[in-house]
């Protein structure tokens, strides 16, 4: 057989994108249609941000009438397809070179993937969301309001929208992307995965389109967090200050400010401080938790954590089966909590997907899985657990004492909480310390910010320079000039209500890469299914049956297995129904040069046989090996 450099695709030990010959470069035509889109939409929002508030709740209106019900789905559909895929045949499956070990050891693996579920929305979401479902209890829920049973029943609504569910829309990014990326020897785009079910190629239309709508996506869902952050930065120095409202002006100086040295950090080279500063800051987010649970209600919340892990998981049918046809409270519910929820999550996951597909390389199938939606969704239900149930004690304390000063929502109803953005404050202040807490705080959200739209904006530039590694710098500010465009536009038409601004644009801007989401998990199955060692699986169940079948008809209860060359018409032949010239399997692992000319590559050795010509620079560039 006249096999791609000789070896068979069973046989091939896996392709890493870091061992290929890869010019990379701007997409100029992706950078360039979505910046203008991007700068054209920013533009519309500052000349006439209401009329982009009623054009944008029309548009969200249509959506969550007619398509709202595709997020909810997926939802559910990306937890069950990824735990079937752990679980399988395919779960074995080494994501990097067959033999190859984990990058990172399990605990830094887990370390890394705790710190990715931490951030802005835990401290703005973690005290009001809970609060808010305590006072006002989805409509249909087996609870009341302000009772006992209420408490478990928020912070399982809250646990539901922020745990296994949002990490797996998360996963299968990363899934996909790490399996083409070190196991393929494909750049990390989401067109490298979705191509696959036609042409495989990456600069076709089709492929530009894809990674537009990631950027669109990362960009408005990222622009989001930035946003809130900024609004419960603003409302904190308000606070400590002692100045009045002062509307969003001073949130809009936080981006610019904040924004700013995003910018230095991505051009100047201290990326590695910034890094430095987000562990400092993972570190004093746990300590936060920390706090809540040692100062506030200690007993209380180790009571009520458990019963609440059992109220999720015994009312996760009900809580995720909630639909848009059960009425208008129903769909108010959905629209501004649950399906708003999975549009922000498909929206944060080229991002998200994207980090945990880089620091995942060596694990298994099986590994990735389990890790990505059980280490991070535990450690964001118990901080939502600590901050929401120090809140509703907070609350139910001061209703027993009958003092509506210290109630958080004074009159016992959700409509009386203060804004979102004040809510931790509130509840920090009747806490030993607090006020030393809310100070760090502010500036931890601070750190949040530079940190998140520096990584975003280094995603973002990477998705626009055909995976580029080492993207261009200025291309990386641009980027964080657009998100903090958007989340300007979001303060700008969302008014003091920031929240109906963000649900409008996250969902309608999301829904499209939600089409993605299905083509990569469709995508991903077809190239499992002629992984090496899937093929060799094949080879080894048939083989095994077909040799036991024939042992046991000629010799008995006595014999031995050989390995022996057959006919492929021999009924015993492994291979019969199996092409291995096929194209689909034997075409991805043809080594090509920087411009597609294939070359000859040693499999065995593991190098290029024409190792010592290729390491000139191409066109001015060192390749990429």
Known sequence: MNYPHKIHPALVPGVSVEDQRIRYGIDKGVLGIVG??????????????????????????????????????????????????????????????DGETPEYSTASWAAMLFGAGIGIGIIFFGPYEPLTFYLSPRPGAQYDANTAAAIKGAVAQSAMHWG????????????????????????????????????????????????????????????????????????????????????????????AVLTIATIFSAVSGVSRGIRWLSNINMLMAIGLAVFFFVVGPTAFLMNMIPAAIVEYFG????????????????????????????????????????????????????????????????????????????????????????????MIAPDGTAGSLPLPAEIFYKVAEQLPGGGI??????????????????????????????????????????????????????????????????????????????????????????????????????YQDVAIQKAVKHGVSEYGDNFALAVEPTMPTDERATGGDFDSTAPEVTEWYTRTDEDGNPVEYDYEKGEYIDESESSDDVAGETPVK
């Open 36 to 97: 203008a889109l991007i700068v054209a939409f920013v533009g519309w929002g500052l000349a006439d941000p209401e009329q982009v508030f009623r054009v944008s709740g029309t548009a969200l209106g249509w959506v969550m009438r007619n398509l709202g019900w595709t997020f909810n789905v997926l939802a559910i559909a990306m937890v069950l397809f990824l735990l079937v895929i752990a679980f399988s045949r395919f779960g074995k499956i080494t994501l990097g070179l």
């Open 164 to 255: 296994l569910n949002a990490w797996a829309i998360y996963a299968i990014v990363g899934l996909s992307v790490a399996y083409v990326s070190y196991r393929r020897g494909k750049v990390p785009l989401m067109s490298a995965v979705v191509t696959s079910l036609w042409s495989g190629r990456t600069d076709s239309a089709g492929a530009r389109i894809i990674d537009g709508l990631a950027i669109i996506a990362t960009l408005f869902g990222t622009a989001a967090s930035l946003g809130i952050g900024a609004l419960q930065i603003a409302r904190g120095v308000e606070i400590f200050a002692g100045w009045g409202p002062t509307g969003n002006r001073l949130a809009l100086g936080i981006i």
């Open 315 to 406: 009312h996760l049918p009900d809580m995720l089966s909630a639909n848009m046809s059960e009425g208008e409270d129903m769909q108010t519910f959905l629209t501004s909590w649950t399906t708003f929820y999975w549009a922000w999550w498909v929206s944060w996951a080229p991002f998200v997907g994207v980090f945990t597909a880089k620091i995942s390389k060596g694990r298994t199938i099986r590994q990735f899985v389990l890790g990505v939606l059980l280490i991070p969704s535990s450690i964001i239900v118990l901080a939502f657990a600590v901050l929401g149930g120090t809140a509703i004690w907070l609350q139910r304390r001061a209703e027993a004492m009958g003092d509506p000063s210290r």
């Open 437 to 538: 807490v809310s100070a760090l705080v502010i500036v931890m959200l601070g750190v949040f910010f530079v940190t998140t739209s520096d990584s975003a904006s280094l995603v973002n530039s990477q998705l626009s320079q055909r995976g580029n590694p080492e993207p261009n710098k200025l291309v990386t500010a641009f980027f964080a000039l657009c998100m903090a465009g958007i989340a300007v536009v979001i303060l700008l038409f969302g008014g003091q209500n920031a929240l109906q601004g963000l649900q409008n644009l996250i969902v309608v801007s999301a829904l499209p890469f939600a089409v993605v989401l299905v083509l990569m998990s469709i995508a991903l199955v077809k190239l499992l299914r002629n992984d090496p060692q899937a093929i060799r699986e094949h």
